[in-house]
């Protein structure tokens, strides 16, 4: 009877996981480039009664095995890569990933992010940043010559290009290339907020390429990448949530009315 109690309570503690992983989906609704995530689980260890092929008392096999399992636990929140919708704007400033890959950033303490946020700014050293400041791309970054005529030109190749003169005179001139990074176990990146991922040795080191080569993405320039996340799915998964919940709290209050019932022999 104490077992059914530990056996609901995993059931609980479960499924209060799983609601604060779909909280934080909805949460994040609205966040560029956000990427949904999902709660994985699996079943825990299982008594074992009776073993299949064990001699019955009529001296011939079970058939099938008596066992009683001890619950559920969570062993991972996978992240669902999919890609969000592409809005388009009105910044040269503002990069959305058509397809597979993640921007890379540099940390103030020199370590190595990456993002599908690319709603970019440049700081007071005309360089290429995130809205929170740090440097888009390891090396040398991008950084804009000073009183630019017109909007640089990012291509869908991640090349950066500048009129370096007005008039009939005015030629391109290449300032620099934004490249992309993938992995080869995406749901093995780790979150660490500001809508940036790091690398763990479950994903593998980050790959170079260059945009809209090797199964990359291309970049577009005037777009920004919305979340994943599916509103009504994740209203559903509540709702499913909840149910689970109220069950798992049934089975609790059952398992308790048994046992007041038992005291009372």
């Known amino acids: 009877m104490f077992a059914s109690l530990w056996i609901a309570k995993t059931g609980l503690d479960a499924q209060q996981l799983n609601m604060n992983v779909v909280s934080n989906n909805l949460a994040n609704a609205n966040t560029n480039g956000f990427k949904r995530s999902r709660t994985m689980f699996e079943d825990l260890m299982y008594q074992n009664i009776r073993s299949p092929g ?4 009529q001296n011939s096999n079970f058939p099938s095995n008596l066992q009683i399992g001890t619950g559920v636990r969570p062993i991972s929140t996978e992240i669902i890569d999919t890609q ?13 990933i058509d397809g597979n890959g993640f921007f890379q950033v540099v940390l ?4 190595l992010a990456y993002t599908r946020d690319g709603s970019f ?28 005529v017109n909007d640089p030109t990012i291509g869908l190749d991640g090349s950066v290009t500048v009129n370096s003169s007005s008039g009939d005179n005015s030629t391109l001139e290449h300032i620099g290339q934004i490249n992309l990074f993938h992995f080869s176990n995406t749901s093995g990146l780790s979150n660490i907020g500001n809508n940036l991922f790091v690398e763990t040795p479950s994903s593998g080191s980050a790959i170079e390429s260059k945009p809209g080569s090797e199964g990359i993405g291309s970049i577009k320039s005037h777009f920004l990448e919305s979340s994943n996340v599916n509103i009504a799915e994740e209203l559903v998964n509540l709702i499913q949530i909840q149910r689970a919940y109220e069950i798992n709290g049934k089975a609790i209050s059952s398992a308790d009315q048994m046992l007041q019932k038992l005291s009372q022999l």
């Open 54 to 57: 064990e001699l019955s008392s």
């Open 84 to 96: 969000g919708n592409l809005t388009p704007t009105n910044s040269f400033k503002d990069l959305a």
């Open 108 to 111: 103030p303490n020199g370590k």
């Open 121 to 148: 700014n440049i700081n007071q050293d005309n360089q290429l940043v995130t809205n929170s400041g740090f440097p888009v791309q390891q090396e040398s970054g991008i950084i804009f010559p000073n009183n630019l």
